[in-house]
């Protein structure tokens, strides 16, 4: 191809549409795709995540073959592969003597730093595309944040609301709200049986990688027994239609809800295959938005649905853009405290916890809620530092990539940028883990008590958390009240549950 163009597609950009290959001339272009080992452990992937972008890298890589499109695909196990994406790049000049290389802008600030200097180092021009696959360019997000002194996510969508018209009626909101956000905080109710997710069985490629990585990542938090994620386009829209038809309708209701056995519950489960380009974020909100217009799903499901995709998924993706790389580094909370064994498997007498570990470590999935007010919350009220909560939500879960996880994690879950994204840290007590889900049925702890033998460690914690930072929250009006609770109480409560959470917190370091 001497002369031609070398398109760099990444693993996690397995869309027909990437930039990258827009102007592809199948007589002169080679598509380049790495499978390195830097980027299965940077930090230590769950092997089904590893899975997932490798199968849906060759599963890509074949289609665009049947097209007609050259490509230069290096495999994990090439024993001439040296592992890093700079590396693979000039192994593939040295090969195709390309005029210049193309590639998409990637997810992670570090994989940039890295594409930026391939221009010096292999010695030919690149052009680093707008990443396309988004709703919002991150020069409108730029322009949308300049001069704000908070980045509030309502306000950014409301804007994109208007931009793209979904779920407008004219310049309104359909049903004459932004937000149905109060009501989609329902509980489960017993006997109610939540329908099967669709799964995806491993074709024969899907099979090869499997065990591939069950050779080399075996050490890996999970296994990749049971995986069924799509890992093409076409069941990805496949899975989406399944989500519209059988889950959307009752998704709003119960999507902060949480239940012992029901990992999926009514959520769409449709995030793998957007981070990695398998599914259009816009056919999905349209698809939503059709089955609100049709009847089929009421309007609190279909806005919750959509708010999540254009709103905070397009708001996460701008936040990290915007302000990294030093929002990586902010620790507002001053939290320092090394990450407890039971997130990585270890027995808890916690039940929400060892549920949410347990789903996490069987299928690299736990929804929003799980991650936010349990898994987040504990780090959140046990001070846990930032850095390792943050690679470890990166490692465990199959749809976390940095520009989508880190923000989540470090801004929602941990409060560690000091409010930049949340007016208020997302801290709960046992109180709300027992309302939304029944996990504290059965529990060893009893989520009415904060101090004693069988005391909830969510409480003791909870009110350790507000004290701990009263004096930084008493500007906060959204703190305003559990800080005049914690005023009212006996000072000798304070003192016992403050000493119970500190008992706690030392079984941890220990």
């Given at each position: 191809?001497?002369?031609g163009?070398?398109?760099?597609?990444?693993?996690?950009?397995?869309?027909?549409?990437?930039?990258?290959?827009?102007?592809?001339?199948?007589?002169?272009?080679?598509?380049l795709?790495?499978?390195?080992?830097?980027?299965?452990?940077?930090?230590?992937?769950?092997?089904?995540?590893?899975?997932?972008v490798?199968?849906?890298?060759?599963?890509?890589?074949?289609?665009?073959?049947?097209?007609?499109?050259?490509v230069?695909?290096?495999?994990?196990?090439?024993?001439?592969?040296t592992?890093?994406?700079?590396?693979?790049?000039l192994?593939?000049v040295?090969?195709?003597?390309?005029?210049?290389?193309?590639?998409?802008?990637?997810?992670?600030?570090?994989?940039?730093?890295d594409m930026?200097?391939?221009e010096?180092a292999?010695?030919?021009?690149?052009?680093?595309?707008?990443?396309?696959?988004?709703?919002?360019?991150?020069?409108?997000?730029?322009?949308w944040?300049a001069?704000?002194?908070?980045?509030?996510?309502?306000?950014?969508?409301?804007?994109?609301?208007?931009?793209?018209?979904?779920?407008?009626?004219?310049?309104?909101?359909?049903?004459?709200?932004?937000?149905?956000?109060?009501e989609?905080?329902a509980?489960?109710?017993?006997?109610?049986?939540?329908?099967?997710?669709?799964?995806?069985?491993?074709?024969?490629?899907?099979?090869?990688?499997?065990?591939?990585?069950?050779?080399?990542?075996?050490?890996?938090?999970?296994?990749?027994?049971?995986?069924?994620?799509?890992?093409?386009?076409?069941?990805?829209?496949?899975?989406?239609?399944?989500?519209?038809?059988?889950?959307?309708?009752?998704?709003?209701?119960?999507?902060?809800?949480m239940?012992?056995?029901?990992?999926?519950?009514?959520?769409?489960?449709?995030?793998?295959?957007?981070?990695?380009?398998?599914?259009d974020?816009?056919?999905?909100?349209?698809?939503?938005?059709?089955a609100?217009?049709?009847?089929?799903?009421?309007?609190?499901?279909?806005?919750?649905?959509?708010?999540q995709?254009?709103g905070?998924?397009?708001?996460?993706r701008?936040?990290?853009?915007?302000?990294?790389?030093?929002?990586?580094?902010?620790n507002a909370?001053?939290?320092?405290?090394?990450?407890?064994?039971?997130y990585?498997?270890?027995?808890?007498?916690?039940?929400?916890?060892?549920?949410?570990?347990?789903?996490?470590?069987d299928?690299a999935y736990?929804?929003?809620?799980?991650?936010?007010?349990?898994?987040?919350?504990?780090a959140?009220?046990a001070?846990?530092?930032p850095?390792e909560?943050?690679?470890?939500?990166?490692?465990?879960?199959a749809?976390?990539?940095?520009w989508?996880?880190l923000?989540?994690t470090?801004?929602?879950a941990?409060?560690?940028?000091?409010?930049?994204?949340?007016?208020?840290?997302?801290?709960?007590?046992?109180?709300?883990?027992n309302?939304?889900?029944?996990?504290?049925?059965g529990?060893?702890?009893d989520p009415k008590q904060?101090?004693?033998?069988?005391?909830c460690?969510f409480?003791?914690?909870y009110?350790?958390?507000?004290?701990?930072?009263?004096?930084?929250?008493?500007t906060?009006p959204?703190?305003?009240?559990?800080?005049?609770?914690?005023?009212?109480?006996?000072?000798?409560k304070?003192a016992?549950?403050?000493?119970?959470?500190?008992?706690?917190?030392a079984?941890l370091d220990?």
């Amino acid at each position: 191809m001497s002369g031609g163009t070398l398109r760099v597609v990444l693993g996690d950009q397995c869309a027909r549409d990437v930039a990258s290959l827009d102007g592809l001339d199948p007589a002169r272009d080679v598509v380049l795709m790495m499978e390195v080992q830097a980027e299965c452990t940077y930090v230590p992937h769950h092997p089904q995540k590893i899975v997932l972008v490798l199968s849906a890298m060759r599963h890509f890589a074949r289609a665009l073959a049947a097209r007609g499109v050259r490509v230069d695909l290096v495999r994990l196990d090439d024993p001439a592969n040296t592992h890093s994406f700079r590396g693979e790049v000039l192994r593939a000049v040295a090969r195709h003597r390309p005029a210049r290389i193309v590639a998409t802008h990637p997810g992670e600030w570090r994989v940039l730093q890295d594409m930026l200097g391939w221009e010096d180092a292999a010695g030919v021009p690149v052009e680093i595309r707008e990443d396309a696959r988004f709703l919002c360019t991150l020069p409108r997000f730029r322009a949308w944040a300049a001069g704000r002194k908070s980045y509030r996510m309502e306000f950014f969508y409301r804007e994109m609301r208007r931009e793209t018209g979904l779920l407008m009626d004219g310049d309104e909101p359909a049903g004459g709200k932004w937000n149905f956000d109060a009501e989609n905080r329902a509980a489960l109710p017993k006997g109610l049986t939540p329908p099967e997710a669709p799964r995806f069985a491993p074709d024969a490629i899907t099979r090869e990688v499997m065990d591939l990585v069950a050779a080399r990542f075996s050490a890996h938090f999970g296994a990749v027994e049971g995986f069924a994620w799509p890992v093409t386009a076409k069941d990805a829209r496949a899975a989406l239609a399944a989500f519209i038809r059988d889950r959307l309708p009752l998704f709003g209701d119960y999507q902060d809800a949480m239940a012992a056995g029901q990992p999926t519950l009514f959520h769409s489960l449709v995030s793998t295959s957007l981070n990695i380009g398998l599914l259009d974020p816009m056919e999905a909100c349209r698809a939503a938005e059709q089955a609100w217009r049709d009847g089929h799903a009421p309007l609190n499901a279909a806005e919750g649905f959509i708010r999540q995709i254009l709103g905070w998924r397009e708001y996460v993706r701008g936040i990290y853009w915007h302000l990294m790389p030093g929002y990586a580094r902010e620790n507002a909370l001053g939290a320092d405290r090394r990450l407890p064994g039971f997130y990585w498997g270890a027995p808890t007498t916690m039940r929400c916890i060892e549920q949410a570990v347990a789903q996490t470590r069987d299928l690299a999935y736990a929804h929003h809620i799980q991650r936010l007010m349990v898994t987040g919350n504990f780090a959140l009220l046990a001070g846990i530092d930032p850095a390792e909560i943050n690679a470890w939500y990166l490692a465990v879960y199959a749809d976390a990539f940095e520009w989508v996880e880190l923000p989540n994690t470090h801004g929602m879950a941990i409060h560690a940028d000091g409010g930049v994204m949340a007016s208020k840290p997302y801290a709960a007590s046992g109180a709300y883990i027992n309302r939304m889900s029944d996990y504290c049925g059965g529990c060893a702890h009893d989520p009415k008590q904060s101090t004693g033998p069988r005391a909830c460690p969510f409480n003791a914690l909870y009110w350790d958390f507000i004290a701990r930072h009263a004096d930084r929250f008493a500007t906060n009006p959204r703190m305003a009240m559990p800080l005049r609770t914690l005023a009212k109480m006996d000072p000798r409560k304070v003192a016992a549950m403050r000493a119970e959470a500190a008992r706690f917190l030392a079984t941890l370091d220990a």
